[in-house]
Nanobody, 121 residues
Framework: QVQLVESGGGLVQPGGSLRLSCVAS????????MGWYRQAPGKQRELVAD???????NYADSVKGRFTISRDNAKNTVVLQMNSLKPEDTAVYYC???????????????WGQGTQVTVSS
């Protein structure tokens, strides 16, 4: 079994910061890309940021310059540092990992349960 466990969501005022963490655990041979997605009420899930195993990053235009994604390959962990938060960042944030469970297996996508981020005064 593979589990992705997120932490760090909550309520913050506009302009504030939050740090989301996600750990992938279980039977894992190698984790490839990891990333964060979000889904606001009534909207489709969208990519926020992702990062390859070699630290190549990609950000949604709406978060560039405010959010930073990083990872620790040894710990199968990905972190999203969110600064200068805006009300429009309010959403459920989901961790994603593309990984291989055993040598010779296919790559598969796994998702966390989601963590709520609310930006409001």
């Amino acid at each position: 079994q593979v589990q992705l466990v997120e932490s760090g969501g909550g309520l913050v005022q506009p302009g504030g910061s939050l740090r989301l963490s996600c750990v992938a655990s279980g039977s894992i041979f190698r984790v490839n890309a990891m990333g964060w997605y979000r889904q606001a009420p009534g909207k489709q899930r969208e990519l926020v940021a992702d990062i390859t195993r070699f630290d190549s990053t990609n950000y949604a235009d709406s978060v560039k310059g405010r959010f930073t994604i990083s990872r620790d390959n040894a710990k199968n962990t990905v972190v999203l540092q969110m600064n200068s938060l805006k009300p429009e960042d309010t959403a459920v944030y989901y961790c994603n990992a593309n990984l291989i469970r055993a040598l010779g297996d296919y790559k598969q996508d796994y998702w966390g349960q989601g963590t709520q981020v609310t930006v409001s005064s």
